[in-house]
């Protein structure tokens, strides 16, 4: 009896503390403030507590954040008239001027939740023949083009993993860097992505 008793109060308070955990947004709703394109846009603003980013070239809007260990999530609604848009959710980002280096989960029709490593080789996850086969049955149909499609990015340490709408999609180590900027990225070619719900809780 006597054990059951420590494992349920063990459990109550563990309970009150994932309670307590407290989110930080990455957008106040109502402004960019905190973010910095590095490349000229078309349009970059606020509208309706939603992110609005436009742009004719590639360009990261990067945040004033630096964060290691973090949970991220957000929510991205791509043009559903382009096809072939690139958008990503940069994480552990370094350098203060132009293109960053980092991490970036991927959002678009392809290879959305990948891991592409900007300045470090490429492709992270899936990677190689077979973890590609293994990916693109994991994601069918998982990814909704024209709608709301909810990201979330856990990086502790060297490990890095992504979900898409709920669903676990990558899981990989990689170390190459432990802290940084977030971002939010526009390929170019037009059209305007939307972001909504953006939040980060720090990790220890």
Same mark, same amino acid.
């Given at each position: 009896?006597?054990?059951?008793?420590?494992?349920?109060?063990?459990?109550?308070?563990?309970?009150?503390?994932?309670?307590?955990?407290?989110?930080?947004?990455?957008?106040?709703?109502?402004?960019?403030?905190?973010?910095?394109?590095?490349?000229?846009?078309?349009?970059?603003?606020?509208?309706?507590?939603?992110?609005?980013?436009?742009?004719?070239?590639?360009?990261?809007?990067?945040?004033?954040?630096?964060?290691?260990?973090?949970?991220?999530?957000?929510?991205? &609604?791509?043009? *559903?008239?382009?096809?072939?848009?690139? +958008?990503?959710? /940069?994480?552990?980002? @370094?350098?203060?001027? %132009? #293109?960053?280096?980092?991490?970036?989960?991927?959002?678009?029709?392809?290879?959305?939740?990948?891991?592409?490593?900007?300045?470090?080789?490429?492709w992270l996850y899936p990677k190689g023949k077979e973890q590609t086969a293994?990916?693109?049955?994991?994601?069918?149909?998982?990814?909704?083009?024209?709608?709301?499609?909810?990201?979330?990015?856990?990086?502790?340490?060297?490990?890095?993993?992504?979900?898409?709408?709920? &669903?676990?999609? *990558?899981?990989?180590?990689?170390?190459? +860097?432990?802290? /940084?900027?977030?971002? @939010?990225?526009?390929? %170019? #070619?037009?059209?305007?992505?939307?972001?909504?719900?953006?939040?980060?809780?720090?990790?220890?």
């Amino acid at each position: 009896f006597r054990t059951a008793l420590l494992l349920w109060i063990t459990a109550g308070l563990s309970l009150a503390a994932d309670k307590k955990v407290e989110w930080t947004p990455l957008f106040d709703g109502k402004t960019t403030k905190g973010w910095t394109p590095r490349a000229k846009v078309e349009t970059f603003k606020a509208v309706e507590g939603e992110l609005h980013l436009n742009s004719k070239v590639n360009v990261w809007v990067v945040s004033d954040l630096q964060l290691g260990d973090f949970v991220a999530e957000l929510e991205v &609604k791509i043009p *559903a008239d382009h096809k072939g848009f690139n +958008s990503g959710l /940069g994480f552990r980002l @370094i350098g203060d001027k %132009g #293109k960053p280096k980092g991490y970036q989960c991927e959002i678009d029709r392809a290879k959305p939740a990948g891991v592409y490593g900007i300045g470090m080789g490429g492709w992270l996850y899936p990677k190689g023949k077979e973890q590609t086969a293994a990916y693109q049955k994991k994601v069918k149909g998982l990814f909704k083009p024209a709608e709301w499609n909810h990201f979330r990015v856990e990086a502790k340490g060297p490990r890095i993993r992504t979900w898409l709408n709920g &669903k676990l999609i *990558a899981e990989l180590e990689h170390k190459q +860097s432990l802290k /940084g900027r977030f971002g @939010i990225q526009h390929h %170019g #070619k037009g059209g305007t992505v939307k972001f909504r719900n953006l939040r980060v809780q720090a990790l220890k």
